[in-house]
Every structure is written in structure tokens, then in C-alpha cells.
């Protein structure tokens, strides 16, 4: 079975859209953390150093998400060039890569939603402590 060169090219759109909501995550949680950075100067409260630490685990896994990404991107350009010049070992064994990582990518993103919830845990735990 050979390889077309439209197999690997169906990954672009989606890694694009990837891509735009893994950016769209990371500047939001940057915005979040300079403004918890200002809370936490004024206060230092105990709930704003607990959102920090969510917050550091979350931008590692953006971090890896964003770099997954790119490196899956990467993978599908070879195998895609490789089934132009008609090496299709190659374009298959870097197309199965591409999809394998693209899918550690997806699972980052399966964790860093479910930590997310723990930033608003932290949140709902402190309104429903009494001062």
C-alpha cells in the first residue's frame, strides 16, 4: 500500500487549529499569571500561590502541546516531501511518527484541561471559606 501525498497534508488543517487554541491558552493563562503576580505581591494570600503552582503546571504542558505539535508539523513536511520523490518507506515511517506524537500532543491537552478545573477548585474553595 502506497502512500499518497493527501494523507499527510490532511493533518495541516487540523494542527493549525491546534496550534490557535494552544496559543489561545498559553496568552490567556500569561495574562492570568501577571495578574495573579499582582495579587500575590499585595497579599501574599496562600490560594494565590496554590493558582501559581496550577498555573506553572499548566504552561509546561502548553509548552509541550505547542512543541509536539511543531515536531508532528515537521514529520508530515518530510513524509510528504519523501512521497514526492518516491521514498515511501520513509514517508510512511515519518507519517506514522507525525500521528504518534500529534497524539501526545492531544493528550497534553487532555491533562491541562483537566488541571484547569483545579485553578477553579482553588478559586471556589477560598469563596466558601469564611473570612
Known amino acids: 500500500m502506497d502512500l499518497e501525498i493527501s494523507t499527510p497534508a490532511l493533518l495541516f488543517p487540523a494542527v493549525s487549529l491546534l496550534f490557535l487554541s494552544y496559543t489561545n491558552r498559553f496568552l490567556h493563562l500569561a495574562a492570568l499569571v501577571r495578574k495573579l503576580h499582582g495579587h500575590w505581591l499585595q497579599d501574599h ?30 514529520l508530515c513536511v518530510f513524509s510528504m516531501l519523501s512521497i514526492m520523490t518516491g521514498y515511501q518507506p520513509f514517508a510512511k515511517g515519518t507519517f506514522f511518527f507525525a500521528v504518534v506524537i ?14 484547569s478545573g483545579g485553578a477553579l477548585r482553588i478559586l471556589l474553595k477560598q469563596m466558601e471559606e469564611p473570612r
Do not use: D, K, P
Open 102 to 115: 500529534m497524539s501526545f500532543s492531544l493528550a497534553s491537552l487532555v491533562i491541562e484541561v483537566v488541571i
Open 45 to 74: 494570600e496562600q490560594g494565590v500561590q496554590e493558582q501559581i503552582s496550577n498555573l506553572r503546571t499548566r504552561l509546561i504542558l502548553i509548552r509541550w502541546m505547542q512543541l509536539l505539535g511543531a515536531v508532528s508539523l515537521l
